[in-house]
């Protein structure tokens, strides 16, 4: 009996195994190997939920970059808040889709969504409005979690270096409470303490600081290379228009080859 009982905990067992296996291997089939990003990544995003949003978790920070697979798609590729991994995020967006896709697409000023807790209560509710807000596709509306439908507040920000030709790529904030997005008449040098998040400049000035830190953090997964097009040639004389287009960088090539 003591045998009987052993082989079907061992058979039980083994079928746990298994059935994680395959889970593991479906998670695997759409999810990109963790990105090794400097520490200095996390740290300014901890330092940031600490100073701009008062240690508040209730926010989530999360960098989208081009994926390497299918550059012309922005995926997650850092994360610090609440929702699944970046890793296993399904999410991808086309440029000018949703607020990363349109952040991307334009990167000038910081883009800011809000919505009334009434209209995202009914999550299919709250996925139609995503979708006929922010431009998104029905498979990638259909693929918002529902941590990212509760969010009341989202922000995209342009990751750009000063002495880059290229956007590094987006960052995004997720916060499930409304803030002041409106002009306001609060000098930037007024240190007062403000009860809202967002009705100081500083808030805004802060998050537009993130992004260009980060951009000097992170590391550039394309760059710029030069497309010379010809338009007109004659004796001893050419007019041609360069283009700036993107390649990826040869250490994302070997990782691609490694994963």
Request: charged letters at 25%; glycine letters at 6%.
């Amino acid at each position: 009996m003591m045998h009987e009982f052993i082989t079907y905990g061992s058979l039980a067992l083994g079928l746990i195994g298994v059935f994680l296996w395959a889970r593991g291997e479906d998670l695997r089939e759409y999810s990109p190997p963790p990105e090794r990003l400097p520490t200095a990544v996390y740290q300014l995003l901890e330092r940031a939920r600490d100073q701009l949003f008062r240690g508040s978790r209730d926010v989530r920070f999360t960098i989208f970059a081009r994926d390497e697979q299918e550059p012309e798609l922005l995926r997650p590729i850092a994360r610090l808040g609440w929702g699944r991994p970046s890793a296993l995020s399904r999410i991808r967006f086309e440029k000018g889709e949703g607020l990363a896709g349109q952040a991307w697409q334009t990167p000038d000023g910081v883009l800011v969504a809000q919505f009334e807790q009434a209209e995202i209560s009914d999550i299919e509710n709250a996925r139609t409005l995503h979708r006929e807000m922010l431009h998104l596709r029905p498979e990638t509306a259909q693929a918002l979690s529902i941590d990212q439908l509760q969010a009341r507040t989202m922000i995209a920000i342009p990751i750009t270096e000063s002495s880059e030709l290229l956007t590094k790529g987006v960052l995004c904030v997720d916060y499930r409470c409304p803030i002041i997005a409106e002009a306001t008449s609060i000098a930037p040098n007024v240190e007062e303490i403000v009860d809202k998040i967002g009705e100081h400049p500083k808030f805004w000035i802060g998050l537009v600081s993130l992004a260009t830190e980060l951009a000097a953090a992170l590391p550039a997964r394309f760059s710029p290379q030069i497309q010379p097009e010809s338009l007109d040639q004659r004796d001893g004389a050419s007019l041609k228009r360069i283009r700036l287009g993107e390649v990826l960088e040869p250490r994302f090539l070997a990782q691609q080859q490694i994963f």
